[in-house]
Structure formats: C-alpha cells, structure tokens
C-alpha cells in the first residue's frame, strides 16, 4: 500500500503543498475553512505528519527533557503527569530521565538528552535539604525550568510551592476555629520545606497572639513509626494540644497511631478534649477512604506542571525572557479531621 504523501493530501484538498506544510505547523494565517478541509482530507486519506523529520529540516525540535530524581515522591509524580499532558497538548512529547543521585548519572543523563536533540530541559528538584541544584543542571546550556518544593538561592527559571502560604492558612484555618494548642509534627531540621512552614505556622499563631513554643514542633526522620512516637510524646507531654499540622503522609499515619496511642481520637470538635483536629499539606486518597476524612491544604502539583510546562515553551520562543520564579498558593480543602 503506498505511502500517503503530503502532496497526496494538497492534491485531494484542493490547495497547494505549501498550505498543508502550514496546517500542519499551525503556522500562517489560513481560514478556518481550509484549515478543516485540510484535516478532512488528512483524516480520509490516513496521512501521519513525521514531526520527527519536519524537525529535522527546520532545525528545530518537539523534544523536551525532563528530569525526576524520585519516583517515590508523589508531589514530583503528580507534577510530571501534568507536565507531560500539557506539553503534549501543545505538540511537544517528553524525554524522561532518572539519573541516580550522583554527578556522573547526571551528566550522562544531560548528554543524552542533547544526544536526542531535546530543545529544553525541565528539572523536578527532590532534595528538600539543599538551597540550590546540582552544578551539571546550573551548568546547562538548553533553556531550563526547574520545579521545587521549596525555595531555591539559585538564578534560575523557578516553579515552586509557597509553603509559608500553605502552614499560615492551615494555622489560621484552625485558630478561627477555636483551637487555640496547636503542634507541628514531622520534617527533620535541615528540612527547607519544614522550615519554611514553621514561619507560616509562627507567623499566624503571632497574628492572633498566642505563644509559640518550640515543644510544640517536634522534628523527626522520615516513616510513620517515628511520626507516631513523636506524636504520642508530644500529647503525653501536653494533652491541652487539640489540633496538629503533618508534615508528609507519613506524618498524617504516624499521627493517628499516636493519637490512638494515648486514647485520643481525630475530629474537628475543639470542646471535646479527647478529639484531635489533623491537617496536612496534600491530598491522600488511602487516608481519605477511612473515617474521617482528611483535611489538608493542596499541593497544587497539576498547576505547577501547568505552569513549568508553559514556561518551557515561553522560553523557547523567547530566548532573551527574563528570569521567572512563579510561587504557587495552596487551597486549604476542608474535610472531617478538622
């Protein structure tokens, strides 16, 4: 069966190859009316555009390079699922890479991204104990966008959470409703995400003058048992505390065992002094399908892929664009754990 040409498909529209060459790009200014006989004729006559030999001839390239260090991470999942759909909407197709966490990894990771002649580069930072990126993704020649959790001392094109925004919401969030003992419970110290927060979560408790107290927020490793001894020394120590901040989704499980643990039990009531109030800072589906359900402030992962992905493309199209840092705000999503 012969191969269905782009001069088969000018031929069969009715217009010339040049126009079709148009259509396809999206280029030009070409009336909706042709632009649908086109696409008529490409769907009846079975035409598949080769993007990648389109490139090819003019130089250019539908590839971008994305970098995801952990898997395990589900705000990096979330992000990279939103940024692969939204750059696939826009005609771009993604070229992932996971280098281990080592510098020889990742040099031979930003090689052969320039190998596959990607036109940019979109780094998902993980490390929430270091302020800046590696020197290789510092170093980097392509236009490169990079997403954090937290905020970075490094001049580059950033997408970031707001996580003081987040911890000042949920505090304040807790406070209009009575609670008046609230603890932060999980992150190690040299977490930049935790310390972020601890100043949203100081700075509400401040606006409302109440006291902080640094037994209130008890620091600890990763994993569900350390946030469930932490939890259950916290409220053995203080058992006017009614509401609690989690830090991870670890921390959320942690902190109902050890709520559980000292015969407490979850709720939004602040006049029951058995109940205590949980919010976190993402949604958790496994924690959401038990009672109660879970309030949290989101993570806005699907904005921020929204947002890296069309900064991606800006660049492209505009090489000398100023350095851009976009914050991201979360929405406090209002449940039955407080």
């Given at each position: 069966m012969k191969?269905?040409?782009i001069?088969?498909?000018a ?5 010339s190859v040049s126009?079709?060459?148009?259509v396809?790009?999206?280029?030009g200014?070409i009336?909706?009316a042709?632009?649908e006989k086109?696409?008529?004729s ?6 598949v ?7 090819l001839?003019s130089?250019?390239?539908?590839l971008?390079?994305l ?6 991470d ?5 992000v ?16 992932l890479?996971q280098?281990?966490n080592d510098?020889?990894h990742l040099?031979r990771?930003?090689l ?5 002649g990607v036109a940019g580069?979109l780094?998902?930072?993980?490390d ?6 590696p020197?290789q993704?510092?170093e980097?020649?392509l ?5 954090s959790q937290?905020?970075?001392d490094?001049?580059?094109?950033l997408v970031?959470?707001?996580n003081?925004?987040a911890a000042n919401?949920a505090?304040?969030?807790?406070i209009e409703r ?5 603890a932060?419970?999980g992150?190690?110290?040299n977490?930049l995400?935790r310390q972020?927060?601890?100043?949203g979560f100081r700075s509400?408790l ?5 006291v902080?107290r ?21 409220l ?7 509401a609690l ?13 050890g709520?559980?643990q000292?015969?407490r039990t979850v709720?939004?009531?602040?006049f029951l002094?058995?109940q205590?109030?949980l919010?976190?800072?993402?949604d958790?589906?496994?924690?959401n399908?038990?009672?109660?359900s879970f309030t949290y402030?989101s993570?806005a ?6 947002q ?7 660049k492209?199209?505009?090489p000398d664009?100023l ?7 979360g929405?406090?999503v209002a449940?039955e754990?407080?």
């Open positions: 191969k269905v040409s001069i088969d498909v031929r069969h529209a009715g217009v126009t079709v060459s148009l396809l790009r999206q280029k200014k009336s909706a042709t632009i086109v696409q008529a490409i769907t009846t006559l079975g035409y555009h080769n993007v990648a030999a389109a490139n001839r130089n250019t390239s539908n971008i390079g970098i995801l260090r952990d898997f395990s589900s705000f990096s999942i979330k990279m699922a939103s940024i692969v759909q939204e750059l696939e909407k826009q005609g771009f197709m993604v070229f890479g280098p281990l510098e020889e040099q990771c930003l052969s991204f320039k190998q596959q580069v780094y998902l930072a993980a929430a104990t270091r302020a800046n990126v020197q993704i510092r980097c020649p236009p490169l966008v990079v997403v937290s905020l970075l490094e001049p580059c094109d970031m959470r707001d003081r925004q919401l505090t304040r969030y807790l009575g609670h008046r003992n609230i932060y419970i992150g190690s110290e977490n995400i972020q927060r601890l100043l509400a401040t606006q409302y003058g109440l902080t640094e037994e209130s927020t008890p620091a600890c490793c990763d994993g569900t048992h350390a946030a469930s001894h932490a939890t259950r020394q916290l053995e120590k203080n058992n006017k505390i009614t901040l989690c830090h991870s989704p670890d921390a959320v499980i942690g902190c109902l065992s709520i559980s000292v015969g709720g939004k009531d602040v002094t058995q205590v109030a919010v976190g800072f993402e958790m589906l496994h924690v399908l038990t009672s109660p402030v993570s992962s699907e904005e921020t892929g929204r890296a992905a069309a900064l991606i493309i800006r492209l199209k505009e664009l350095t851009q840092r976009i914050t991201l705000s929405q406090l449940r754990s407080a």
